[in-house]
């Protein structure tokens, strides 16, 4: 049995194993209330370090996805356009292969079936590859404690920053995430000091480990 929004627990072991419990749904939307000015901003980032199989950022990506719709549905091109930076700012963790690999379905399958009500036959398959290129990137296979992947050879988790230029030209750097996080005391040298944040304080920028070349959104898969 495949987990589903009603099931919080797949299997006794998992619990034992990972304390693997996954979040109710009505938890869910209590604390997404929270947060609710950041879940109306196309391009504002989410991270679930402990993803499962995605009850927090379906929701979240299904909010982002009626926004667009609601905002640019008449323009197949808009909507795709702004589709890819909604989804670039989805990302998750998770230390069990098939938390990941369903998590990536469920959050596909919301993009595709909104996508396919909409356009019908003037969809476009590159822009389905998009989609799930994207996703491969954002929601990994993980640890979220020890910041590195899971595997025989675990190296440090790097997430990917899309940004939209230039019109339909996207802007892809990479960073490590153990640069990202706050309090990161052994690679201070890493970042650099802007002068003062919107907020008044200092800000740190962090500095990416990989810069691509600009490239045309269909064009990233």
Same mark, same amino acid.
């Given at each position: 049995m495949r987990p589903n929004e009603a099931q919080q627990v797949i299997s006794k072991k998992r619990v034992a194993d990972h304390g693997e419990v996954l979040t109710a749904e009505r938890e869910v939307n209590a604390m997404l209330?929270?947060?609710?000015?950041?879940?109306?901003?196309?391009?504002s980032r989410f991270l679930e370090p402990a993803c499962g199989t995605g009850n927090f950022l379906v929701p979240i990506y299904e909010k982002k996805l009626a926004i667009i719709k609601k905002r640019y549905g008449r323009s197949q091109l808009e909507f795709e356009r702004y589709v890819v930076v909604a989804t670039g700012?989805?990302?998750?963790?998770?230390i069990l292969e098939d938390n990941v690999k369903l998590c990536r379905e469920r959050l596909f399958a919301v993009f595709n079936d909104l996508y396919t009500s909409l356009y019908k036959k003037r969809c +476009?398959?590159? /822009?389905?590859?998009?989609v799930r290129f994207?996703?491969?990137?954002?929601?990994?296979l993980g640890d979220a404690l020890s910041l590195?992947?899971?595997g025989?050879?675990?190296?440090?988790?790097?997430?990917?920053?899309?940004s939209l230029v230039r019109g339909s030209m996207i802007k892809r750097r990479s960073f490590s995430f153990e640069?990202? /996080?706050?309090?990161? +005391?052994?690679?201070?040298d890493?970042?650099?000091?802007?002068?003062?944040?919107?907020?008044?304080?200092?800000?740190?920028?962090p500095m990416p480990v990989k810069e691509y070349p600009l490239i045309h959104f269909l064009s990233l898969a």
């Open positions: 209330d929270l947060v609710n000015h950041e879940l109306v901003r196309i391009d700012s989805i990302y998750g963790i998770d +476009k398959d590159a /822009m389905r590859d998009v994207i996703l491969e990137q954002n929601i990994l590195k992947t899971v025989k050879q675990p190296e440090p988790i790097v997430f990917s920053e899309w640069e990202l /996080m706050p309090g990161n +005391k052994e690679n201070e890493l970042f650099r000091q802007a002068e003062i944040s919107d907020l008044g304080t200092p800000a740190f920028i």
